[in-house]
């Protein structure tokens, strides 16, 4: 039998001054079920609080209702009373009679009798409620990071200094990912290699990171503490426990002339190689493809010349797996594929590169050591022609958004050339300038005050060859006349695009992406750093454009939270989670297409000899946030969600 | 009838936008029509026609289903369902004969208070005109009058 106590409270005049709250306990103290109703001038108070405790411990009530103000405001308040004075918090329900009656009212008979059927409404609702209990999900304090840029990075070497381990998996032979390619970073002018590589020499010397490179993850299970990933380790053909880097092998290698990835095509790699000179792992691979060992069986120079014999031609993939507690998702970016504008030349004309070409060119350990020189006769340029937004916010041909970072590295690749070549000339052509950002438009005013940099706003339409020289006809709009440039090489700062292969990650791991294919986060102003996904959280340039500040912001934040999971064995969870009954459940799976949170499964049910009975749907509490469209969706009704159970709900209806 | 009708109108919410909206239209003290009672859900894909149906039976004369707007809803794709589920519940409503206009189908976030407000008067309005629902219960004595089965 119910014996449910109400406690109507005045909230001072707030709710004293538009209900008649004399009215209103008479009322209630006469519904069914009703053990002691009684109004206060504050609830929420100490005495107010007491008052309940001491009505559930006299009268062993079974439910409580507070009369009051929004669940939003005080719920948690109540909930803590009911469980100090030993009733289980979840027996608790507010009748919000204050933000939703006594202040939108203006009669008040008219608001009294709104209240009364709100509390009489919750009063049924409480009857049937259940005791619930937290969901205790056990956590494994290992994460794994996916990506080995500099968010990668960043995120294991906080996670793994804070004392926890970290699996980090790379899918190139080296971490470093676009950082290490890059010349100076803005808006310092550091060398990028030169605060880069100090991290990742930590990175795979930390005690508490295993670092997997040459790695991809095939396949993520689990859920949130309770992660189970497939590693597979690609074969390197070069035994990572023997060799010693001394690049005896890359030396005599007879395939010379392989376009390297890292170099962006500007230099050559052999097909045993190391991505670049400060690869870390320093551990070379085969280029299965073009090594003619794999080729044609001969050769085989490399295995003779390794002093150690650490070539081994055998090799094969292997799948490791890995518990981990959380992930973190740091899978970086691509730059987009000029070849959209025909009419820039990309690929036709050699001396029309991208962005990350020139950092290659500036870069001190690039293919021309740091001397700027154009890719198509290694002269050096007297006039460079900057595109900016080749791509960004170009909503028929590019992408829409705005990449970030290149009105920044556009400005620094004009004061780079203005300090390598002095009597260069430089040609920006821009939509805006758009420099927000700590030390960020000073940077720029230092390009074009100091460095002389020539910004034209406008858009170029098209490039052609004539003389040797590129001539690049645009528009410069504040002066509202076309302009013709007769260039020697021409940048194309291109927009940073996600990993081709984003959306089939997303769809490994069981994260959400947009239309570009950047991974979303749970809530993109106040969950920035986590996914939909509980325990996976983002880094770094695979959620949006990002520069280096921003992505290894992200990182040591996504580190926060998993430090944050890590803090404890086991994970308290709201017990708000839906629960299946086996007797009913059909198997028809639609409760499976409508969880926004594959947090449904299959389950079998045996008999004791293990025959199958039947296959039932089954909720994973670790993954289950408690939306309930399972709920409404299931076509038997053996889906109900705690705490919003049908009864409950109907329960409330039919007091209304 | 010399008294104008008030209308009773069933309110079915999510507790992240709709409901936190009308709680803003309270601490801002917006006034509106007390003819609407709140009943507040984790999110509009719980919410099942069954109660649309429940509380038009129970005697209400109109039902608001309100939530997040697309794309803000907390749990990501709730509300979705929930315009799905609204799309095919409308035939079912033509089907049996229960006017379109009774139930109001919208999305109210958790900033906006005075749409909410303005929501329930407009509402309010809106099922005043259209009277009382009296068809189902109407129908219910004919149902049991009548009824051979």
Sequence with gaps: MAKIGVFVCHCGENIASMVDTANLVAEISEHPGVEICTEYKYFCSEPGQETVKRAIREHNLTGVVVAACSPRMHEQTFRKACAEAGLNPYMLELANIREQCSWVHTEKDEATEKAIEITRSLIEKVKRNNALFPISVPVTRRAMVIGGGIAGIQ??????????????VEREPSIGGHMSQISETFPTLDCSQCILTPRMVETVQHPNITVMTYSEVEEV?????????????????????????????????PVKKIPSEFECGLGNRS???????????????????????????????????????????DQQDTIETIEVGAIVVATGFQVQNTSLYGEYGYGRYKDVITGLHFERLASASGPTAGKIRRPSDGKEPETVVFIQCAGSRDVSKGVRYCSKICCMYTAKHAMLYSHKVHDGDTKIFYMDIRAAGKGYDEFTRRAIEEDHAGYV?????KIFEENGKLIVRGVDMLLGRPVEVAADMVVLATAMVPQPDAKDFAKIIGIGYDEYGFFNEAHLKL?????????????????????????????????AKILGLFSREHLEREPVIATVSDSTCAGCWGCVTACPYNAIDHRDINDRNGNLIKRVASVNPGLCQGCGTCVSFCRSNSIDLAGFTEKQIFAEVMAL | MSEPFEPKIVAFVCTYCTYAGADLAGTSRMKYASNVRMVRLPCTGRISPMFILKAL??????VLVSGCHPGDCHFAQGNYHARRRWTVFRALLAFTGI???????????????????????????????????DQYHELQKVIETQATY
């Design chain 2, 99 to 133: 006017p379109e206009q009774r139930i109001r189908f919208s999305w109210i976030s958790a900033a906006e208070g005075a749409k909410f407000a303005d929501l329930i008067n407009t509402l309010t309005e809106d099922i005043r005109k259209l009277g009382p629902f």
């Design chain 1, 527 to 559: 969950r920035p750093v986590e996914t939909a996904t509980a325990g996976i959280y983002l880094a770094g340039a695979c959620q949006s454009p990002k520069d280096i500040p921003d992505s290894v912001s992200q990182a040591s934040a996504a580190a």
């Design chain 1, 271 to 313: 097909a045993i190689y190391t991505p670049f000179a400060q690869a870390v792992p320093n551990v070379p691979v085969i280029d299965r493809s073009r090594c003619l060992y794999f080729k044609n069986g001969k050769c085989a120079i490399c295995k003779k010349t390794c002093q150690i014999d650490s070539i081994d031609f």
């Design chain 2, 57 to 62: 039976q129970k005697g209400a004369d109109g």
């Design chain 1, 221 to 253: 299970d689990g859920y949130i503490g309770n992660f189970t990933v497939k590693v597979r380790r690609k074969a390197r053909y070069v035994r990572m426990e023997t060799c010693t880097g001394c690049g005896d092998c890359i030396q005599k290698c």
């Design chain 1, 155 to 168: 995120a294991a070497l906080d996670i793994a200094n804070a004392g926890r381990e970290v699996v980090l």
């Design chain 1, 457 to 461: 706003r406008g858009r170029v339409s």
